[in-house]
Nanobody
Framework: QVQLVESGGGSVQAGGSLRLSCAASGYTFTTKCMGWFRHAPGKEREGVAAIASDRSTSYADSVKGRFTISKDNTKNALYLQIDSLKPEDSAMYYC????????????????????WGQGTQVTVSS
């Protein structure tokens, strides 16, 4: 089992920045991929950024150039730096982890991810 706890969300104006953090605990050594997903009202939960154990990354087209995912294995932490925020980025952001090596083939596919945090809310005003 892997436990995930997100933090760092908040309310910001368009153009601002946030840094989301995810603290992982439990059997983290089994983790093959970690990612950030978001869920806005009336929309499907979508993957925005993910990173594999070999540090390869994948980003949704809508966030490329503005979001940066990183991880610190010494702290069992995952981060998401969000810059140039837009109102359409408003959503609940979830940290997720996968212990399935298949996740490396399609990092942003939600089905690979077994472990999920409770989410942190990001609200962007125009």
């Amino acid at each position: 089992q892997v436990q995930l706890v997100e933090s760092g969300g908040g309310s910001v104006q368009a153009g601002g920045s946030l840094r989301l953090s995810c603290a992982a605990s439990g059997y983290t050594f089994t983790t093959k991929c970690m990612g950030w997903f978001r869920h806005a009202p009336g929309k499907e939960r979508e993957g925005v950024a993910a990173i594999a154990s070999d540090r390869s990354t994948s980003y949704a087209d809508s966030v490329k150039g503005r979001f940066t995912i990183s991880k610190d294995n010494t702290k069992n932490a995952l981060y998401l730096q969000i810059d140039s925020l837009k109102p359409e980025d408003s959503a609940m952001y979830y940290c997720a982890a996968s212990d399935d090596s298949g996740c490396r083939r399609w990092l942003l596919l939600r089905a690979w991810y077994k472990y999920w945090g409770q989410g942190t809310q990001v609200t962007v005003s125009s």
